[in-house]
Each structure stands twice: as C-alpha cells, then as structure tokens.
C-alpha cells in the first residue's frame, strides 16, 4: 500500500504479484491458448515477481500473460459476443489504457486540475472556491455532460465520426445497463439522457423547407420533392459503409435486439425529402452490430442453399448471393429467390421484406443483396405444410369476402382471445396453428392478381391500425405495403397461395386484437373523421406537407417509416383518405403506437 501512495505509482513503480496465476492442472487449458501462463518452465506456482501495472493488465512477453488478456481469452471460450462484448471490451480498454498511461488516472487528472487552477498558489493549499470548482466537474463527468478526453480517450461512441470506429452497442440496451455518455436506443427512439447530453437527432435548428438545405447534387428548383426516387450521393456513401455491418439481430441476455433501423429509415428520410445534415445526424447517432467471421461456416452454394436457410453464415451467404448477382443480374437474382424466400412471408413479413423493397430504390446491387442474405437468415415458415397451402390455394376459395370472414372470426374465435398467452409472438404463434383459424381463413375467395388482393388487405390493415395501434399492426402496414413493391417478382402461380399465407398470418394479428369491427374501405372511423370542411387538392396537399414536416422533425424511427409508407399507399389508392388519417394521428399523438 505504501508502494500505491505515492505519486504516479500507476506508471512508475512496481508491485510484488504471482508469476502464475492459473490452478495447477490448467495450464494446458484453452483458456491460456495465445498466451504464457507463467514465466518459469519449471511452473512454480508460489514464485513471486515485482511487476508494472502495466506488466499485470496488459501482460509481458515472456514473463506473465496479462490479467486483461486472461479476459479476453476467456469471453472468446464461453462465445461472449455482440452488444455484450463491446461493452464489456470498452471497460477492459478503459482499464487497459489507465494501466498503460495512454490514459490518465482520476488522481493525475485531479493534480491537474488543482494545478492549473487559476485560484492555486503552488502552495499545496486548496481553497474551498478549488474544491467547489473541482466537484462541479468531476460531476458533470460523471452524469456524462463532458468527457475529459485524457482520461477516456475516444472510447466512446459519439467521439467517433464514423460508425466504422465506434463501439458497439445493443439499440434496445435499458437505462441502466449503459452509462450516460453512450447512445442508448430503445425500440427506435433515442432515450433522453443522449438528447439531453448530446443533442438531439431531430429536425431541430435545420430548415427544412428552404432550398439551401439540398444535397449538393439536387438542383434547387426541384426540392421539396415528396417522395424522391432514387439516391443521392450523400446517401450512397452512408448506404456502402452501413455494408459494414450485421443487418440481422443480435442478442444481449437473450433478448432478441433490431439493430437494422437506420438503413430503413435513411431510405424514409429521404423519400421524405430530409436535408443532407440531418440524414447525417441519424447516421452518426446510430449504432451498429460488426459482421464476425464463423469458423464453423461452411461454403454456401446453389446445392446447399435451401439447407442453409435460417441458419447460415452472413459472410457466407453475402457471399453467395453476390456471386448470384453477377451470374444473373439484379432482375432476375430477385425472380428465382424472391418466390422461395416468401414461403415464410409470415414471419418474415417485418424488417426483412421492408429492408428489400427500400433496397429496390438503389441503383446498385449490394443493398438487394444484404436484403436476401438477411431475409435467408431469417427464413423459418410458420407452417410446415407452406408448400401444401400454395397447392391446395390452386382450388378456388367458398367465397367468402373479407369483410365475411372477419365476421366468422369474430364470432368463432372472440371467446378464446382471453386465453392467449401473454407475449404477442407466442400469441401469434399459437393463432397461426389453429385450426380453426385456418379453416376461416381457407374460406376466403381469392381471386385477381396479388398486387389486387394485398391492396385490398392493406385497406383494412390501415383501418385495423387506426384503431388498435402496436408493433404487430404498424408493421402489417409497412410489411404489406413492402409485398406490394416486390409482388412483381413473384410468378403468377403462386399469388393466390402466397395471399393465403399472409391472409392466414393476417387473420391472426386481427385476432389478437380482439376482432374489431373495421370502417369500410373508402370511409373513416368516426374516431378519425375530418372535421366536414370541405377537401380540395391543395387542402390535401398542405395536411400532406404539415405532416411530411412533422416526420422529418420526429426521432422514432417506426413514425418515419409509416409515415413514408402511408404516402405511397395514398399515391397508388387516391380515393383512400385512410392513410393520410393515419398519419396526422401519429403525428398527433407524437409516437408510432
């Protein structure tokens, strides 16, 4: 202790620790793999040494491996990845770097503070104005309002500029698992303690409406255009580096995390015509999963590639799907793989689907290609017998309309919605294999094209959101309006069996909402009908603006994406005034659900 008391003791002086620190019979062990368990051939496990700090962290060749080492080597053994390893890894370089002295100790940067204070006198006496003026900045510190670079460095990741040298963290990540200073994001909207520290992502303190804020490959007098098509270069660049990183999801503590959302809502930003700046200000607030090499992946092929669905390598299947690109093109890569990928619409009716039809918007082919190579890894049907409904959907349906089979629904499985399980997927799961569901589902009359038949369903969707707003509702809307973008790429033989299975997945997430009754298609609910001033074009237009401004200046992420969404439903269903109800109630409300 004697030793530790004295100045700089960190860097300059040595400390008696064991040569080897390992049990007996291990030194053999994978643990050690990498590294020198000790020093000494002969394995004295009693010899002491007098080692740096430095020496016992971060190890010394030949001598001793390093505690942080040690670590490392065992968070690779138990396969501690994702967002709970980069947190994990930013402490251990924080330890790291201190034992080093790359970075500063608590007790350097305090002497320095004293020191350079303008009240100190090198008298060694610190005033109560010094100690006053030293607690208020160990405590903004500590709360997170200023990082003191000497002691961390660039550890954190809003130091960084590009998310290529940031930190990892899981988007979902609770208050209380992260400090402050980390920009924690929860279900797609930034938590207040980053806003508050670090600003906020939003529209605030741009012009969203003047001209000046154009991308520098837009000519003025075309802007503000609502929605844009294509890309802009500005977007493009963000778009390759987000190529970096895992689109798919990941886990901390066993909860399933989305760590895709900005890819998406870049795309909705800007259809909805955001400025450069702030597409910029969601790419450098956002945080993403690193793609990792598996050593137990295995090659993936046109042999092997249904085997591999749900449970291949990204790298692998990236790889695949790119090479496929180049032998077939991006039309027809989309027309052999689309039509097998959708047997499992009904799980994957959500980020997969939605992430390939805002890739349909690029000029290049990567983003197609990420969007299968995510879409196979998520691939897992609700049904085994999927490719028995696309047979059996050959045979014309009993009839039924929509609206009739949502009756029969209500009427034959209303009374079994209170015993659900309590989660929604399980929930959903459950209804998905009932068979009473399916025997009303089955009875629908399918007819006309699937781009008819979802454009039908997407019409009652809206109205089945307006009043049941949630996760599972949002995303029908977004998902069914991604089918319609991809629909073309699926053969004609299969459109009637492929509604099946989204009316089948359907039929279930109206279920779970307790079966209400639905506005008919044309109409509002009364809860969202206008106020009877009569509508024109440009009072349309003008309620369209209002709402496109309000997106633009919204930090969720789900708002955005329905918001876009809903604008190209009301461009290809005109006479349908739901869509843009919909969006002026979330406007409104000021959160998707």
């Not at 997969?352 to 049907?381: A, N, Q």
């Not at 200046?553 to 994406?561: N, P, R, T």
Request: proline share 6%; charged share 20%.
């Amino acid at each position: 202790m004697e030793t530790a008391h004295r100045r700089g003791a960190v860097t300059d002086e040595k400390f008696y620790f064991r040569r080897h620190i390992n049990p007996r019979d291990a030194c053999g062990s994978v643990l050690f793999e990498g590294l020198e368990c000790c020093c000494a051939k002969s394995h004295s496990f009693e010899c002491h040494d007098q080692f740096s700090m430095n020496d016992i962290v971060n190890g010394k060749a030949g001598a001793f491996p390093g505690l942080v080492p040690l670590v490392h080597n065992y968070l690779n053994l138990i396969e501690c990845h994702g967002e709970a390893r980069s947190m994990l890894n930013s402490y251990l370089d924080l330890i790291a770097m201190r034992a080093s002295g790359e970075l500063w100790t608590t007790a350097k940067w305090m002497r320095s503070f004293i020191q350079t204070h303008p009240q100190y006198k090198n008298d060694s006496i610190v005033s109560k104005e010094i100690a006053a003026d030293l607690l208020q900045a160990l405590k903004v510190i500590g709360e997170g309002t200023v990082c003191v670079s000497e002691m961390f460095g660039n550890l954190y990741p809003h130091k960084a500029s590009s998310p290529a040298l940031r930190k990892v963290l899981v988007p979902d990540l609770p208050d209380h698992l992260a400090p402050v200073l980390y920009p924690v994001r929860a279900k797609g909207v930034l938590t207040s303690s980053f806003a508050d520290a670090r600003g906020n992502i939003s529209g605030e303190g741009l012009d969203l409406l003047s001209p000046c804020c154009l991308p520098e490959d837009e000519e003025a007098t075309t802007y503000p255009v609502f929605p844009r098509a294509g890309t802009s270069r500005h977007l493009k660049c963000m778009l390759e580096e987000l190529r970096s990183f895992h689109p798919q999801f990941c886990l901390l503590g066993g909860s399933a995390t989305v760590c895709n959302h900005t890819y998406m809502v870049l795309h909705a930003l800007y259809q909805l015509g955001a400025p450069s700046e702030l597409l910029k200000r969601w790419f450098d607030s956002s945080v993403f999963e690193p793609i990792r090499p598996d050593e137990k992946s295995v090659p993936v092929t046109t042999d092997n590639w249904r085997e591999q669905l749900g449970k291949g390598s990204f790298l692998e299947m990236r790889a695949f799907f790119e090479a496929e690109s180049k032998r077939l093109g991006r039309d027809q890569l989309l027309r052999e793989y689309v039509p097998v990928l959708i047997l499992a619409v009904s799980r994957a009716c959500f980020h997969p689907v939605i992430r390939l039809s805002y890739s349909l918007l690029e000029e290049g082919d990567g983003g197609v290609v990420d969007s299968l190579t995510y879409w196979s890894l998520r691939y897992g049907p609700h049904f085994d017998e999927a490719e028995e409904t696309l047979a059996a959907s050959k045979v014309a349906g009993r009839g039924a309309t929509i609206p009739q089979a949502l009756a029969m629904l209500r009427v034959e499985l209303l009374p079994i919605v209170d015993r659900l399980p309590a989660a929604a997927f399980d929930a959903l799961e459950w209804l998905l294999r009932l068979d009473k569901l399916q025997a009303i589902a089955a009875r629908l009359d399918v007819r006309g094209t699937l781009e008819e038949q979802l454009g039908e369903l997407v019409a009652y969707t809206a109205r089945l959101f307006i009043v049941e707003q949630s996760f599972l509702t949002l995303h029908s809307i977004t998902g069914l309006h991604a089918l319609l973008q991809i629909a073309k790429y699926i053969p004609e033989h299969m459109h009637a069996g492929v509604f099946r299975l989204v009316w089948i997945w359907w039929c279930g997430v109206y279920t779970m909402h307790r079966c209400p009754e639905l506005a008919p298609l044309g109409s509002l609910p009364a809860t969202a009908a206008p106020n009877g001033a009569a509508e024109t074009k440009a009072s349309k237009a003008e309620r369209w603006e209002k709402v496109r401004i309000s997106a633009l200046d919204s930090v969720h992420v789900h708002l955005i994406k329905v918001v876009c969404s809903c604008w190209h439903l009301s461009k290809k269903f005109p006479d349908d005034p739901i869509f843009l109800a919909i969006c002026e109630q979330q406007i409104a409300s000021g959160t998707p659900f």
